[in-house]
């Protein structure tokens, strides 16, 4: 190709990028204003780029410019998921969260655009959710009725708590009745990014539990918990 077909293209490659932006700023999906101008002007020198390197390929000038316009769709969906990387991020939180149920999603990933931290319902009806007692991961059950973070044995003891030591001797209502639990301090439980260090919190008898269940001594420091849907939001 000759050198004026060349710099015809590179004109053409700017002129493009040029014409993207006036496009874009004014269309839903984009959402681009003049504050993105510096990204598109690197976009359409990267078209510049492009076109170069094609024309110095000695191709035709049609293959040049089918080659230069893939490279302009790929920049333009490139340009669009950046500009809706926040819903992105949402979409991708609520489809983690409808997978896993159990898992914590930050507040970011799930759309709230904040530090929280969002538990999507399991497929029982509860909100469980996987958090930790001291070092030991725990599959805790969501339980405003419950006054204490309450553990099960074997959670107990993963989080370092000596069970030898415990004094079983405080009375409390369950759904499946009254049971007698040992009252402990809780080194730290963490939900996601919330942690919570000292917590109040209850030690099961053996058997009295299927699931440690986290409570109001962890709820209560949080600044709100709420439920909509199927999601549980927990703000710290």
Avoid at 33 to 55: C, K, M, T
Avoid at 147 to 156: K, R
């Amino acid at each position: 190709m000759s050198r004026l077909g060349t710099l015809a293209l590179i004109a053409l490659a700017m002129a493009g990028g040029g014409a993207l932006f006036f496009v874009a700023r004014d269309n839903a999906w984009f959402h681009l204003n003049e504050s993105d101008l510096p990204r598109l002007v690197l976009f359409a020198g990267i078209l510049v780029f492009v076109a170069a390197g094609l024309a110095g390929r000695a191709l035709r000038p049609g293959e040049v410019l089918r080659g230069l316009l893939a490279w302009g769709v790929v920049i333009v969906v490139l340009v669009g998921l950046y500009a809706n990387r926040d819903q992105l991020a949402g979409v991708a939180g609520r489809l983690l969260g409808a997978i896993v149920p159990g898992v914590p999603v930050s507040g970011t990933l799930a759309g709230t655009g904040d530090d929280s931290v969002v538990i999507t319902r399991g497929l029982d009806g509860h909100f469980a959710v996987l958090g930790a007692a001291g070092a030991k991961p725990v599959m805790f059950l969501v339980d405003t009725g419950a006054s204490f973070v309450t553990l099960s044995p074997e959670d107990a003891r993963g989080a370092g708590i000596d069970l030898a030591g415990l004094r079983y001797d405080l009375p409390i209502r369950t759904a499946n009745g009254t049971m007698v639990a040992a009252p402990v301090s809780i080194g730290e439980v963490s939900v996601g990014g919330i942690v919570r260090r000292n917590v109040r919190g209850l030690v099961a008898p053996a058997g009295a539990l299927d699931q440690s269940l986290l409570g109001m001594s962890f709820l209560d420091t949080l600044s709100s918990y709420s439920v909509a849907g199927d999601r549980l939001i927990l703000k710290p």
